[in-house]
Each structure stands twice: as C-alpha cells, then as structure tokens.
C-alpha cells in the first residue's frame, strides 16, 4: 500500500517505482515506502476463517467426515435422481 493509501502487489509497485517515484491512480510521491495491506490481510484472514468453521460444521453435521453431494451446473441429472422443476414444467 502506498502512503496515498492505494494498493499494489509488491513486484508492480517496485517495477513501477524503478520508472517513476509517483503512484499509478493518483500520482502523488510515494518516496519507495510500500507498506503491507494490514486492513485487506485482516479481511482475507476473517473470511477463511468463516469460511472454514462452516465447511467445519457440515462436516460434522454429515456424520460421514464428507462436504455431501457436489452438484456441477450444466450436467444433465443421473437416472432414478429427479430433475429440476424447470425441467418437468416444460414437458
């Protein structure tokens, strides 16, 4: 991030303060100083960890340790499984 408050991965920004010594979206001086993304990382951090504990509880609510059935958009239902009600509306 730089002092701007505007954020980078690190390689684009050094790549582009080896061109110029101002930022990208603003254009103000960024003096080489980039500081890590501490408010983006936090985020990130707290939605995997929400992420987690609900694959978590499904697991356990399954009984079997499994994430339960996947079901792939696109693919045309397994014979004996019933289909979508789209699907039987039309007929």
Known sequence: MT????YYCSAC????YAKTPKCLACGATTGGIF???DKIIEKVNKKRNEREEKEKEGR???GEGGTGPVEIEGLRA???VQEDDDNSASE
């Open 60 to 62: 356990e609510s399954d």
């Open 13 to 16: 920004a050094i790549k582009r």
């Open 78 to 80: 397994v014979e004996g």
């Open 35 to 37: 500081n890590r993304a």
């Open 3 to 6: 002092r701007c408050g505007h």
